[in-house]
Every structure is written in C-alpha cells, then in structure tokens.
C-alpha cells in the first residue's frame, strides 16, 4: 500500500460494466466530496471482455483520483477485492459493486457507525433482485450462519467499510468476499451492519446464480469451519522494549 495516504478508498470489482461506469463515478464523486475527507476510488478489471477498460482509462483523463488495476486473467470478485485491498491507500477502505444497485448515499452513514467499529457491513433489506436470487440468499444465509456462528445476516453483500488495520491476514480464494466480515469477527475485530438501500440493475447482467454458488458454497463453509478451528490470530506478538529487557 504504497504511494499517498488518503482518508477513503473505494474498491470496485469490475467485469463487464461499460454502462455503468460513468454513472457511478460522477454519484460516488458527488458524495465522497461532500465529505471533506481525501479519497480515491480503485476500480479492478477483472478481464472484462465489453469495453469497460476503455471507458475507464477515458475516465481517469479527468479525474486524477481514478486508479485502474487490471488482472491478468480473469480471477472473479474476490480475488478483484483482494486486489483492490491490496492496492489501497485509504485508513478507510469501502467495497461495492460495480452495478449502481448499491447505493452511494449511504457512504456518510457508514462512516458514521465505523466511529464504533473496525468493519461496517451493508444489509439489503429491501433486496431488488428475482425471487430466485432472494430466496437462495435467505436460505444460504440462514445455513451459514447455523454454521458459522457468525450472526452475520447477508454476506453477499459486498457494501463494507473497513479500518485499514484490519485487512491484515485474510486467506486468498475464491469466494473470500462472501467470508470477509466472518474471518475479521474470528479475527477480533469489531464488525457491525447496517442496513443499506438497494437498487434494481437498469444496465448490464448479473453474473451470479444458484449454479455458480450453491456446491462451491457448500464447499468453503466447510474451508472456514476449519479455519475457525485452526488459524493464529492476528497482532500475536509484541515487541519488548530495551528498557525492559
């Protein structure tokens, strides 16, 4: 995390989102600037195949705040996140989606709850998504957190805010964003959610279904149950000063 601090980062995990580019940076702009803290906005393009990288380097003319991270080859969300994190330069480190349902109006009311918090984690309680999408999420939810135990209520929710110092430790896979809020609690980090607006998708598609969620979900509960079990705890050890030894 090199480079100039700044107060806010915002991460955008982006894969063919052309359309919605332009329109979301000109509303998070107008509210990150009302807030009269410093920021820049990181979008990660993992491999779209639309022309997404073109409007973005189109857009990063006039605005110096723009950063543009491209994978490789295409890794999905998590690994865009992990990116993004990676790359940030913010003490406060948001992550949304890239396709104008989540909502920039509600960035001052997480930076509000994060004044108690290291991680505040956005709840779609007014979800306007197809009922085969709610209700797959209300049971996976559901299962997870039976689980887990983690009292975590929609992890598929990538509308967080989280201090810098806590996105230390956590474990590279697919699927890592739906676990994020889950591993900072195993961590000992304070995590508490609010409940965020959530708007229908008027441009592009969605990427996700039961298909490409329900087996592999299945699969990384049982990873972090493990985990859970297993891992070291991050700041395990300090050091003693001279004086004292």
Not at 40 to 63: F, G, M, W
């Amino acid at each position: 995390m090199d480079g100039v601090a700044v107060d806010i980062s915002v991460v955008l995990p982006c894969f063919n989102e052309e359309e919605n580019i332009e329109p979301l940076l000109q509303e998070l702009e107008s509210v990150l600037g009302r807030t009269g803290k410093s920021f820049e906005i990181i979008y990660v393009d993992d491999c779209s195949t639309d022309h997404s990288l073109e409007r973005l380097r189109t857009a990063r003319a006039s605005r110096p705040f723009l950063r543009i991270i491209k994978h490789k080859r295409n890794l999905g969300e998590s690994a865009a996140i992990l990116s993004g994190y990676e790359a940030a330069r913010g003490e406060i480190v948001f992550s949304m989606d890239a396709d104008l349902q989540n909502d920039p109006a509600d960035i001052p009311q997480f930076l509000a709850a994060l004044e108690n918090a290291d991680a505040v984690c956005g709840v779609r309680s007014k979800r306007q998504d197809s009922w085969t999408k709610r209700m797959s999420s209300r049971i996976a939810n559901k299962v997870r957190g039976l689980l887990l135990d983690d009292d975590i209520h929609d992890a598929g929710c990538t509308y967080r805010a989280i201090r810098r110092e806590a996105l230390v430790q956590l474990i590279a896979f697919r699927g890592l964003h739906r676990f994020i809020p889950t591993l900072l609690k195993y961590h000992g980090f304070r995590v508490i959610e609010i409940p965020v607006n959530h708007r229908p998708r008027t441009r592009g598609y969605s990427k996700y279904g039961i298909g490409n969620r329900l087996w592999v979900g299945i699969l990384d509960i049982i990873g972090i149950m493990w985990y859970r079990k297993r891992h070291f705890p991050p700041h395990r050890a300090e050091e003693i000063p001279a004086e004292n030894m």
